[in-house]
DNA sequence: CCCGTGCCCTGGCGGC
DNA sequence: TGCCGCCAGGGCACGG
């Protein structure tokens, strides 16, 4: 599930293998995931040159001559670059490029998205103008103003990517443990010192995470993948039934507004 | 405006 | 061994 990290390793390795080629045709074989006009997705970027990769949040943006590629992985989604082999049956939009090789959105769920925009106002419209400052940006005052009278769980909060975006399930859970809270308290019941201390501890952890190369829980094969490394820095999450690294007490699973949530009783109030 | 719920999708796993 | 049913989860639409 790629959050803030992986999507950042993503970029870094698309990166260098892809500026200045030059898009000579596309391939849509799973339509759904395509959010825009499909006869304009299709159309547009024909001709169009990559100039740039980068990312707003978890959203990765290819920056063509006049418009913008948006694509967000969800929780499965990768890119292959391959030459003429067959598809794979869970890729969905092949993008054929100047030197011969083809780029490939593989998601075998098929939750991923894909948006066409133009390059002068993508910022301001659906679905990046939805998309908050990541934590090592978010003003820390301005951050607790905004959450303070919400009843919601933090944790919800924390996932709120109109709020502060980055944060998945993952490195919420290891944020809040860093920070010594409990992801059901209400956001209402924290003091800003509390609130603070999450986003801090949310830059350590995406910053270390980052270096890392990102978190890979399941072990796929992939050739131009996330072979992350901060699965081995995981304090709680996935960790049922191991014990706290601070206190020993073994970690418990719980839900929190819908979602898989690992905890220590002990250490966090 | 705010919040909770259901939906999208399918590989993998538990249960029988 | 094989099959069924359910779970996981980010973001969005929708309804209260």
Do not use: W
Request: charged letters at 25%.
């Amino acid at each position: 599930m790629p959050e803030l990290p992986e999507v950042e390793t993503v970029v870094q390795t698309l990166k260098p293998r892809l500026i200045k080629e030059t898009i000579t045709a596309m391939k849509i074989l799973f339509p759904k995931m395509v959010k825009t006009d499909s006869s304009v997705f299709q159309t547009k970027p024909i001709g169009q040159t990559i100039q740039d990769i980068h990312r707003k949040g978890k959203f990765i943006i290819f920056e063509l001559d006049t418009d913008v590629l948006i694509f967000h992985l969800r929780m499965e989604g990768k890119f292959f670059i391959k030459k003429d082999e067959p598809f794979d049956k869970h890729e969905h939009l092949v993008l054929y490029l100047s030197s011969g090789r083809t780029l490939r959105y593989h998601d075998f769920r098929k939750f991923g998205t894909a948006h066409l925009l133009p390059i002068e106002t993508y910022q301001e419209v659906s679905p990046l103008n939805q998309v908050g400052p990541e934590p090592k940006d978010t003003n820390l005052h301005q951050y607790y103003v905004r959450i303070k009278d919400s009843k919601r769980p933090i944790k919800a909060i924390l996932l709120d990517q109109t709020k502060m975006s980055g944060l998945g399930n993952i490195y919420v859970d290891e944020t809040l443990f860093q920070a010594r809270i409990h992801p059901e308290r209400k956001a209402v019941d924290l003091k800003e010192k509390e609130v603070v201390n999450i986003v801090l501890a949310a830059r350590e952890v995406l910053a270390k995470a980052v270096a890392l190369g990102g978190t890979t829980i399941r072990s796929y094969t992939s050739s131009l993948g996330v072979h992350g490394r901060f699965q081995n820095e995981l304090k709680v999450h996935t960790k049922a039934g191991e014990p706290c690294p601070v206190c020993g007490t073994p970690i418990i699973k719980i839900k929190v507004t819908g979602r898989g949530t690992y905890v220590c009783p002990k250490c966090q109030k």
